[in-house]
């Protein structure tokens, strides 16, 4: 079975600092990835997702995380963070040809201090 | 185009009442998912649709939560007997088929169960 950790509830961080969000999964093999955001009374928007091919994927709002098959973690990062990317970050792992159901991180709250 | 709707944004409901919650996903995506989102806590995976298939209800926590989805379109989920522990944001998401693809959520209804 598939599984996601996120280690950091909070992360908290000024504007124009260097972001890192953690994310590990367990998986059997190479899964699909993904980085969802959830802004206030929001619904989940896509940040970006690895399916496959470069291990660094570019994605939204200035958003690239990279894929690390050795340590099975797929960390978001960011160069400078702005107010606006204050928000709940998840993490997702889906199966190819396993399970139609991605499994979600629990979530890691940004909090941008002025 | 239009996103993932659905309604309502907030009910409020007294213990033992039987709710609907309504969920339109985008035109065309033959994928559909629920979601329950607690505070604090990640999304839990309750009910998927796929075309014509069964669904897959193996994370609905009780008989008391069902779901149906008319003609491959619209799906309702509906809670009876009503809990305070089904206070909760409960998220629907579709996607063109299965997880491997990007889901798209809609804003979620909040419900209280007083």
């Keep these: ?114 | 185009g239009a996103g993932v709707s659905q309604s309502p944004s907030n009910k409020v409901t007294e213990k033992g009442k039987d709710v609907e919650l309504r969920c339109d996903p985008i035109s065309g995506h033959t994928a559909l998912y629920w979601y329950r989102q607690s505070l604090g806590q990640g999304l839990e995976f309750l009910i998927y649709f796929q075309g014509n298939s069964a669904p897959d209800k193996s994370g609905l926590p009780s008989d008391r939560f069902s779901a149906e989805r008319t003609g491959g379109s619209v799906s309702t989920l509906t809670i009876q007997r009503t809990q305070q522990e089904d206070s909760a944001v409960y998220l629907c998401a579709s996607s063109l088929d299965f997880g491997g693809n990007e889901q798209f959520f809609g804003p979620g209804t909040r419900l209280t169960v007083l």
């Excluded at chain 1, 619904?43 to 970006?48: A, P």
């Excluded at chain 1, 690895?50 to 994927?57: C, E, I, N, P």
């Excluded at chain 1, 978001?76 to 998840?90: C, M």
């Design chain 1, 1 to 114: 079975a598939q599984s996601v950790t996120q280690p950091d509830i909070h992360i908290t961080v000024s504007e124009g600092a260097s972001l890192e969000l953690r994310c590990n999964y367990s998986y059997g093999a190479t899964p699909y990835l993904f980085w969802y955001v959830q802004s206030p009374g929001q619904g989940l928007q896509l940040l970006l997702k690895y399916f496959s091919g470069d291990t660094l994927v570019q994605g939204i709002k200035g958003f690239e995380a990279e894929f690390k098959r050795s340590q099975s973690s797929f960390n978001l990062r960011k160069p400078s963070v702005h107010w606006s990317d204050a928000a709940e970050y998840f993490c997702a792992v889906g199966s190819p040809g396993g399970s139609y159901i991605p499994t979600f991180g629990r979530g890691t709250s940004l909090i941008v201090h002025p």
